[in-house]
Every structure is written in C-alpha cells, then in structure tokens.
T-cell receptor
C-alpha cells in the first residue's frame, strides 16, 4: 500500500529562518504529490502540487517544493518564514486509482516573532 | 464563491444516537469524499463518490454510511455513533478523479464528539 512519511512532527523556528519539511512517499511509479496547510481551526488549503514536468514547484505564500524521484522525496521549503506561517502542514500523494489522497501524519510548524 | 460547506461545524452527541453531517459543493464537481482527522494519524479517507449514485469505501469505512443522490450533496451518516468516532471530519470535492485529478477543495470541518 502507498504511504507518506513526514519526518518532523513539530518544528519550531524564529521569524526569517529558512524552512524545510521532509516528505517521502512509498510508490515508485508515476506520482501526483501535494502539500496542504491547515491554519489553526481552519480547513486544509492547497499550497502546491506536482504532477509532471519541472521538479521544482512553486506554490502560494512563497512556498516551493522539489520532487526528487531517486529519493522518493517531495520536500517543502520556504527561504524566510513569518509568524503567520504557524500551521500544520500535510504532504499527500494521490493513490494509484486516483480516488483518494494519502496523507502523511503532518508537521506542526511554530514560528516565534 | 466556490466552496464546500459542511454542517454542523460542531456536534456533541451520545452513543447510539443516529446523526448526519451534511456536505454541499457549488462547483459542479463530480468527485466528493469524506476524511477523518485524528491527532498523529493525519487524514484518512472514509468514503468517496465518483458521481451521482456511485460511492465506494475508503480506508476506514466501518460505522459510516454515505449517499449521493444529487451531484452537489454528499452526506455522511453515522447510524449508531460510538466514542471512537470522535474526530474532526472533512468533506472534499474535486472536478474529477483518476489521472485527471486536479486538487481537492476541503470544507471547514465538523468536530464531532461522541460521549
């Protein structure tokens, strides 16, 4: 079965620090990958997605992610975080049938001002 | 405004009392789905629907029912809720599914507590 691993459970950063959240997926074929953000008390919002093409994907709010097929990874990055980036971040992969998103367990990001 | 609307947002109920959580989307999406979110487990799919009258089980369907009689609505039914169904529930919709899958739009969530 496909799975997604997010290595960091809780990340604490100061404002202006750089961010990298790890994500690894298990399936070796064609993959559709996503990063979602969930601000406190809110629903999930799509940050960015990768289907094919350029492995460096740019999303909203200054986030980007790099797809590295050889490492089965899709890490999320941001050069300089802000207090407003405090949220929970989920990596997800579309299952092979295309009928479900398989989510990682999430990473909580806390940014101090 | 394009949105997925869930009701209620918060619900406290007692074991065994049937309840329905409604989900409605205004984007004419074919695909709709229900997930539950539990601490340390991320989101897990309960049921999904590829179109009207077409539904199928996700990873954790036990104790839940769904129906898709209209394209815009996809209610989640708990016939006899139990405390282990205490969770945060999200409805999601997408224009399509399969290789044409674009991204999911999520509702605001329903926090259910079963005592």
């Amino acid at each position: 079965a496909q799975s997604v691993s997010q290595h960091n459970h809780h990340v604490i950063l100061s404002e202006a620090a750089s961010l990298e959240l790890g994500c690894n997926y298990s399936y070796g074929g064609t993959v559709n990958l996503f990063w979602y953000v969930q601000y406190p008390g809110q629903h999930l919002q799509l940050l960015l997605k990768y289907f094919s093409g350029d492995p460096l994907v740019k999303g909203i709010k200054g986030f980007e992610a790099e797809f590295i097929k050889s490492k089965f990874s899709f890490n999320l990055r941001k050069p300089s975080v802000q207090w407003s980036d405090t949220a929970e971040y989920f990596c997800a992969v579309l299952n092979q049938a295309g009928t479900a998103l398989i989510f990682g367990k999430g990473t909580t990001l806390s940014v101090s001002s | 405004e394009a949105q997925v609307t869930q009701n209620p947002r918060y619900l406290i109920t007692v074991t065994g009392k049937k309840l329905t959580v409604t989900c409605s989307q205004n984007m004419n999406h074919e695909y709709m789905s229900w997930y539950r979110q539990d601490p340390g487990l991320g989101l897990r799919q309960i049921y999904y629907s590829m179109n009207v009258e077409v539904t199928d089980k996700g990873d954790v369907p036990e104790g839940y029912k769904v129906s898709r009689k209209e394209k815009r609505n996809f209610p989640l039914i708990l016939e006899s809720p139990s405390p282990n169904q205490t969770s945060l529930y999200f409805c999601a919709s997408s224009p399509t599914w399969g290789s044409g899958y674009l991204a999911a739009f999520f509702g605001q969530g329903t926090r259910l507590t079963v005592v």
